[in-house]
């Protein structure tokens, strides 16, 4: 089975996503998880639609959530439940891919499967090359947000994943705010301890899984009569998914400040990205805010704005500390 988790404003890629599953891997369920109030939503039939009453979790606890985080963080703090209630959903599925509502398949997805049966939980890495400039993002960055993209993960049957969603729960629902001086960032930062705590993991290293705003300048495609192949780490692979946040709508998720990836300059994703959009166009629609989530999503400030909120910063924090003598009179 193949989840992903959503707002009613991203419905539109969740069926995009949907239909690329259906020509791809026709077998599989296809589940929507809708971190929203399910009203005023389009008829999502063939696929399974989850809602927060499948998560098992309160009203109370709902509002909890909703008071304290965006509708981003809210949906990243109960991805972990929407997981576990699919399980629930297909007991006799032993195996479940996750794909953020930006992503897309191109071919099918044996590979990933294949390395998810003789594991119990599979990552998938932001980079598979360090940059080799003083470009953003850096590797610090990624300290902040994740070393592993939680776009894209694979989950088997197992009472050690079980155990490792457990634990993921937990921390996600308490400490999924955006919030890199405290350490936390969504439902993302917390993978990085999953290889450690827990057995049977292991990474995707396959550079045609999941090319996104952050692995393309490591990565170029070529349309090969209608086969996108991917060249990256001195191979060719074909493109098995892709991620298209923050390459439809610029500032989109964490990598807002990035510099290194211009798309003046990359041909091979622009075509890419025209082809999504007529993907995309069919399930359009205009949807009402999020109904969960009441605190507001940052504003995304660049260039001199940017800088001189950090220099503000930075005085702030000169005058906070510079010693000054008291004066007698």
């Excluded at 890629?13 to 259906?22: C, D, F, H, V, Y």
């Excluded at 990243?76 to 930006?102: E, G, W």
């Excluded at 044996?110 to 980079?127: C, G, M």
């Excluded at 170029?220 to 086969?227: A, C, K, R, S, V």
Aim: aromatic residues 10%; glycine residues 4%.
């Amino acid at each position: 089975m193949i989840l992903t988790v959503c707002t009613r404003a991203q419905l539109a890629g969740a069926l995009a996503l949907g239909a690329s599953i259906r020509q791809q891997e026709p077998n599989h369920h296809f589940i929507i998880g809708l971190a929203d109030e399910p009203t005023a939503i389009p008829d999502i039939a063939p696929y399974t639609l989850l809602t927060l009453a499948d998560t098992v979790l309160t009203a109370s606890e709902l509002a909890t959530l909703s008071a304290r985080y965006t509708p981003t963080e809210f949906t990243a703090a109960v991805k972990p439940r929407f997981i576990q209630a699919a399980f629930a959903q297909y007991p006799a599925d032993d195996m479940l891919l996750y794909f953020s509502s930006y992503s897309f398949v191109y071919q099918p997805l044996t590979p990933v499967f294949s390395q998810l049966a003789n594991q119990k939980i599979v990552l998938n890495p932001h980079w598979l090359i360090p940059p080799a400039d003083d470009l953003e993002p850096d590797e610090k960055h990624l300290q902040n947000v994740g070393l592993y993209s939680s776009s894209c993960m694979g989950f088997r049957r197992d009472p050690e994943t079980m155990r490792m969603l457990t634990w993921w729960e937990s921390r996600c629902l308490a400490h999924a705010a955006v919030d890199f001086c405290v350490g936390s960032c969504l439902d993302q930062l917390w993978l990085m301890h999953v290889p450690t705590l827990f057995a049977g993991v292991s990474i995707l290293k396959n550079p045609g899984l999941q090319v996104a705003l952050w692995n393309l300048p490591e990565r170029h495609l070529q349309d090969i009569t209608g086969n996108w192949q991917v060249q990256a780490v001195g191979t060719e692979t074909p493109l098995l998914t892709a991620d298209f946040q923050g390459l439809l709508v610029k500032r989109e998720g964490l990598f807002q400040h990035q510099n290194r990836l211009k798309l003046s300059n990359r041909p091979d994703i622009r075509q890419l990205v025209a082809h999504y959009k007529v993907a995309l166009a069919p399930y359009h629609q205009t949807a009402p805010p999020p109904a969960y989530g009441a605190q507001p999503e940052p504003t995304i400030r660049i260039g001199w704005r940017r800088a001189a909120l950090h220099r503000l910063g930075q005085l702030r924090q000169w005058i906070a500390t510079v010693p000054v003598k008291p004066v007698h009179r």
